[in-house]
């Protein structure tokens, strides 16, 4: 599947694990944080994908939930499972703020109005 159909078919999906552990000494990420701000899904990162958790901390200011979403493979289904329904819906609009605020950030260095 292709374009929106692909955001629907992921939103299938309540939550991801961003994991890259080989582009993680270029400090570079994948547009799955994204795709997942996106389709309204709950992001874990992988600690080894993100040393220093810098995607996670773009988004939060909670060191709590923060310590909740950057994970292991250890520690990811423990982890889903201790969060509440008032967390996740925090979560979720907290993402929904992130990539929105990214897209104005780069509509407004190009002038852009991006959709």
């Keep these: 599947v292709f374009g929106d159909k692909y955001i ?3 939103a299938l999906s309540r ?3 961003y994991c890259c552990r080989d582009l993680a000494y270029l400090k570079m990420i994948t547009v799955r944080p994204y795709e997942a701000a996106l389709a309204m899904q709950i992001l874990f990162v992988d ?3 993100d040393p220093n958790c810098e995607i996670l901390r773009q ?8 310590n909740k979403l950057y994970t292991t493979e250890k520690t990811i289904v423990p ?3 201790s969060l509440t329904d ?8 907290k993402q929904k ?5 990214l897209k104005k950030k780069i509509g407004a260095q190009y002038n852009v109005n991006l959709r």
């Design 8 to 10: 629907d078919r992921l």
């Design 79 to 81: 982890a889903y499972l």
């Design 97 to 101: 703020d992130w990539y929105i605020s």
């Design 15 to 17: 939550c991801t694990v």
């Design 59 to 66: 988004i939060y200011d909670s060191h709590e939930i923060i």
């Design 86 to 93: 008032e967390e996740k819906r925090f979560i979720l609009q």
């Design 47 to 49: 600690r080894q994908s």
